[in-house]
């Protein structure tokens, strides 16, 4: 964190556009005598959209099945163990404090948190962290994405992931923006942040959306994708990448039967 003598606009020099404003209002006591820490069931299991949050970087024969109505009730979710359900709590208290504190100093208001976000044209919705209108060093409003790390992950993590990246840039092309911050907080002392900022990717948006067109047509024509392809790796039976998917079972079944 800043320490406690910093001035604010010492650190904004720095080029952070979003960390100083939070560390600072971190500093103070919470005004709200309560806190209401949301654990709502993922949209993205309820409904056939695609979300930002989930469906960047799975391949397209992962994604026919996790949005074919046909095979959406059959695909197996990896068991989780209660450290995981408390890692993921965790996470979304962080989220909660930090927009609730940055309300509380006049930064943000309700509208600019978790702000739904939809695409007609790309079949998608998803949330935004939040929006920090008016940026003063920006000069424009910014749109953030929240992450948290493990003091381990943090310490190594010296730019953000693809899957970060994607997820971010498809909510700036659906807002309107050019520009946007992924915020990482250490989730376990001394809780450090750091932030990367991010300009909108042309390319990186139409790999997404030309994936998830191929995807919508395949469903339309009931045709299941060619084999997955993790990066340059073909997904095998028993590999790692065949046992965190949730449609390795069904996908198995049609492999055997076409």
């Given amino acids: 964190m800043v320490a406690a003598g910093t001035d604010l606009f010492q650190e904004l020099s720095t080029g952070s ?37 989930t469906h960047c970087y799975p391949d397209e024969r992962q994604l026919y099945y996790m949005l074919h109505p046909r095979y959406r009730g059959k695909l197996v979710s990896r068991k989780r163990a209660g450290m995981d359900y408390l890692s993921l709590m965790q996470g979304t208290i962080f989220h909660v404090i930090i927009q609730t504190k940055l309300k509380e100093d006049g930064w943000i208001n309700d509208e600019h948190i978790e702000m739904v976000l939809n695409s007609e044209e790309h079949h998608g919705t998803g949330h935004l ?30 730019q953000p992931s693809w899957n970060y990246r994607a997820q971010l840039n498809v909510y700036m092309d659906w807002g309107g923006w050019d520009e946007g911050v992924i915020l990482v907080v250490e989730a376990g002392r ?22 998830w067109k191929r995807v919508r047509e395949y469903i339309d024509r009931n045709e299941v994708p060619p084999v997955c392809q993790i990066g340059e790796t073909t997904c095998k039976v028993g590999s790692n990448s065949y046992k965190n998917c949730p449609a390795r079972q069904i996908c198995a079944i049609n492999d055997e039967h076409s």
Avoid: C, Q, W
């Fill in 190 to 211: 001394p809780f450090r942040m750091k932030e990367f900022r991010i300009e909108r990717d042309e390319l990186l948006l139409h790999s997404i959306y030309s994936k």
């Fill in 129 to 158: 962290d939040f929006l920090f209108p008016n940026n003063p060093l920006a000069g424009k409003d910014i749109p953030v994405d929240i992450k948290t790390a493990s003091p381990e992950n943090y310490g190594r993590m010296f």
């Fill in 17 to 53: 556009l979003i960390a100083p404003y939070v560390e600072l209002a971190l500093r103070k006591e919470i005004i709200a005598e309560s806190i209401n820490i949301p654990f709502p069931d993922h949209a993205s299991r309820r409904d056939f959209l695609f979300h930002p949050s």
